[in-house]
């Protein structure tokens, strides 16, 4: 049996949102199993942790950069807020920004990419030498099409292009650009406000799917249901699951009148004067996935597990 460890605890408490010690019971049911504890803490009620959006821990900027139809959002790290707020770091984070437009999403050929007589990976550390901290090119993303925008929202912007989250989206279309783009904003704004995990079901991890189905089934088993009414009960989850996650099939949250973002679309291309296919989507949030140590809270977890 796996040795159940308070960091264990707390990194499931954080994820879940569940007592310390109903977490503790979950990873020892699983054997340390943290995705199997996260389903048993949702089969029993306690815990919709799939819906929790990524853990928000690290610092630094997320910058954002559209051309016409090309779009890139890139995250670069520091180690605290202050940095993000020194003019020479956010200049580095635009000057990456307009190199990954250029070269594309790939983190290697960014840093390897020239700037000027040097490189972006040169350019990093000195940044670093001159300000004193550690900062590092964690990851990128581009889009394109080749008809149509991309475009993009920033959400608490530091600067113009760069702050706590970044999206962008790719409409393809031949209509008039100034409406593709007004348009394009406002899918980006809801983008950022719902985080969907997908533009369509198709989209989504068949794995993620086939977990929800199980965690679904096995909620109405435990309340008796016969299997013939869970199979119905579950398909009818799912289409309420997809209604969340999945960005074409979401509520508009610029529609007062409920319409979903497909069907705010389609009514779009009046304006637009063509068709327009939303062709994807990349939402970044500053730090997401990565997490901070807690020193008071662990020890808070490690009495309440009765370990030293």
């Not at 460890?5 to 408490?13: E, G, H, I, Q, S």
């Not at 807020?81 to 984070?93: I, K, S, T, Y």
Request: glycine share 10%; aromatic share 4%; net charge neutral.
């Amino acid at each position: 049996m796996a040795t159940i460890t308070a960091a264990m605890v707390k990194d499931l408490r954080e994820t879940t949102g569940v007592g310390m010690m109903d977490c503790k019971q979950a990873l020892t049911e699983n054997d340390g199993n943290m995705e199997a504890a996260i389903d048993w803490l949702r089969k029993k009620g306690l815990s919709k942790a799939a819906k929790k959006a990524g853990r928000i821990a690290a610092e630094g900027l997320i910058g954002v950069l559209t051309e016409k139809t090309k779009g890139v959002v890139v995250e670069v790290n520091s180690e605290t807020d202050f940095v993000a707020r020194n003019e020479q770091f956010q200049g580095l984070v635009k000057m990456i920004a307009q190199v990954a437009l250029k070269v594309g999403a790939d983190v290697d050929k960014i840093n390897a990419a020239p700037v000027g007589s040097s490189t972006v990976a040169t350019a990093i550390a000195d940044a670093i030498a001159t300000i004193g901290e550690n900062m590092t090119l964690r990851r990128a993303a581009q889009l394109e099409v080749a008809h149509g925008v991309v475009s993009s929202y920033v959400h608490n912007a530091v600067i113009e292009g760069a702050g706590k989250m970044g999206v962008i989206v790719a409409l393809e279309s031949t209509g008039k650009t100034d409406e593709l783009n007004a348009l394009g904003k406002q899918l980006a704004m809801h983008v950022a406000a719902t985080n969907p995990q997908a533009l369509d079901p198709a989209g989504l991890d068949p794995e993620v799917v086939r977990r929800e189905k199980d965690v679904m089934a096995d909620k109405y088993r435990q309340q008796g249901k016969p299997e013939a009414m869970i199979e119905k009960i579950v398909e009818n989850g799912l289409k309420t699951y997809y209604k969340e996650v999945c960005l074409l099939e979401q509520a508009f949250i610029h529609d007062e009148k409920g319409k979903s973002v497909a069907q705010a679309v389609k009514e779009a291309e009046g304006k637009v004067g063509a068709p327009i296919k939303v062709a994807g989507f990349v939402r970044y949030a500053l730090g997401e996935g990565i997490e901070k140590q807690t020193s008071d809270f662990a020890a808070e977890v490690a009495a309440a597990s009765g370990q030293k």
